[in-house]
């Protein structure tokens, strides 16, 4: 066979196993994958893939590159390094959200966030549509339908920042999950008790440092959204899937709401699984501010058993770049706070390390979690996450021997710091392939100039 590439001697992760397969790649797709082979076969380029895993390119189902906070500021990532951070971390699709204002048009908010980021991305990437004022839109259901046809059939909602005027009403809720079962799009919730955490703030802000982030937002502040969220979803027929869940009780909730037959889908972030706490001690504790916030080792236990059980589907970054100024200028007064870290290019590094090589999940699991998950149930499985033929030609190969020391100043992501500073991990890509394209080597980008990411035309997410 005439090939564009051939990944020659590697073992690949297909039906949850790593096999010695050769992989042919022509036109951007998977050709054909094959046992090893000794035959001399044409090809342009040949990577030797002997000693390495062959992963599908991940996907990061929830990321925010430039993200707008206010008139003519963003955060640190622009899309140009999110994406390169991303690719450099072994991710070949990223799916972020619209950001048009509370009752604005959905349609035109993905409008204009696909013309922010086309030609300005090293890797693919998608959109959620964010739907937030849904009292406010005229025919909400026709305005997702018509989102859905545009290739984004999932929305996000959300259960708190009633003052941003994100927040979402039990009656909302209801609303939009009775429409996406209509339009078989899926709901997903960023679910936290608003009412109480705007309470908790006010009582602790400017008082505990950075201490009032977990106090103002007690793990039962997510439990309970959850929980109540779920039910709405049941009530109303339709799936729901839950973005950065950090509890336990909130992974305890979706096992048994599953149990009982509920389409709940669960989503949960490297700094949910490998943080805790007692990163909020040091002086710098308030560049580990997110929301909700990093919590204690029993919930990142509890948190790694759901993925293993397959509670939990989805790991994803909820990349959200800030530089050490920006969040310096905090004041100790959370209020004022940037919440989120840069995480694209850690994503994959840290779910091997401490997931696989830390015996907490299985290889085949975190490319569940990783790739085919995220594949199926953002609406993707027909071109990307898993590796077989006629599936888009993307690849995220690792030396499971290979390990990297965390420097945030070697890293693409446009800050000074990395969660992740000084660790050792494994499981950074030696190679990402992007539609058959080597898009990075060894942490750094092989075409800093050819921003070859296209745009994802998703079709109806698979409910699994
Ligand atoms: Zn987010």
Same mark, same amino acid.
């Given at each position: ?164 005027? =994100? ?107 490998? =943080? ?60 004022? =706070? ?127």
């Amino acid at each position: 066979m005439d090939a564009d590439l051939v990944i020659r001697g590697g073992k690949a992760v297909i039906n949850g196993k790593a096999v010695p397969r050769d992989i042919f790649v022509k036109g951007g797709r998977i050709a054909a994958i094959r046992p090893h082979s000794t035959n001399s076969r044409k090809a342009s380029r040949i990577i030797d893939a002997r000693g390495l895993l062959v992963l599908p390119g991940i996907i990061d189902a929830h990321a925010h590159f430039r993200l707008r906070l206010g008139p003519g500021k963003y955060t640190a990532d622009d899309f140009t390094s999110g994406s390169a951070a991303a690719a450099c971390g072994g991710v070949t699709t990223f799916i972020d959200y619209t950001g048009q204002g509370p009752g604005e048009s959905p349609l035109a908010g993905l409008k204009a966030r696909i013309k922010e980021a086309a030609g300005r991305t090293y890797t693919d990437f998608s959109f959620h549509c964010m739907l937030t004022g849904w009292e406010k839109m005229k025919d909400p259901a026709a305005q997702m339908s018509k989102c859905v046809k545009s290739g984004v059939p999932t929305f996000k909602m959300f259960t708190a920042y009633g003052a941003r005027g =994100l927040m979402a009403g039990d009656a909302a809720l209801f609303a939009a999950l009775k429409a996406a079962r209509g339009l078989g799009a899926l709901i997903c919730v960023h679910a936290e008790n608003g009412p109480v955490i705007d309470l908790l703030t006010e009582t602790y802000a400017g008082k505990e440092g950075i201490k009032a982030l977990p106090l103002s937002r007690p793990p039962f502040t997510e439990t309970e959204a959850v929980g109540r969220v779920a039910v709405l979803a049941a009530s109303a027929g339709a799936p729901v899937y839950f973005v950065h869940l950090s509890a336990a009780g909130s992974a305890a909730i979706i096992a048994s709401a599953r149990a009982s037959g509920l389409k709940v889908l669960g989503e949960t972030c490297p700094q949910y699984l490998a =943080l805790d706490e007692s990163r909020f001690k040091g002086k710098d504790g308030y560049l580990y501010s997110c929301c909700p916030p990093i919590r204690t080792k029993d919930d990142n236990a509890a948190l790694w058993s759901a993925v293993k059980k397959g509670q939990l589907h989805v790991v994803a970054t909820d990349n959200c770049t800030f530089t050490r100024a920006q969040k310096k200028a905090w004041g100790r007064d959370i209020r004022k =706070l940037p919440m989120g870290m840069p995480g694209a290019q850690t994503l994959l590094a840290v779910a091997y390390t401490y997931g696989v090589k830390a015996g907490k999940i299985s290889l085949g699991k975190l490319v569940e979690a990783l790739c085919e998950n995220p594949a199926r149930i953002m609406g993707l499985s027909a071109r990307k996450g898993f590796i077989r033929p006629g599936a888009d030609a993307d690849f995220a190969l690792i030396d499971p021997n290979a390990s990297v020391k965390v420097d945030a100043r070697k890293l693409q992501h446009n800050t000074d710091f990395s969660p992740w500073q000084g660790q050792t991990l494994s499981g950074f890509p030696k190679y990402t392939i992007l539609r058959g394209q080597i898009i990075a080597e060894s942490g750094e980008l092989t075409a800093p100039k050819s921003f070859t990411g296209q745009f994802q035309h998703r079709t109806k997410p698979q409910i699994i």
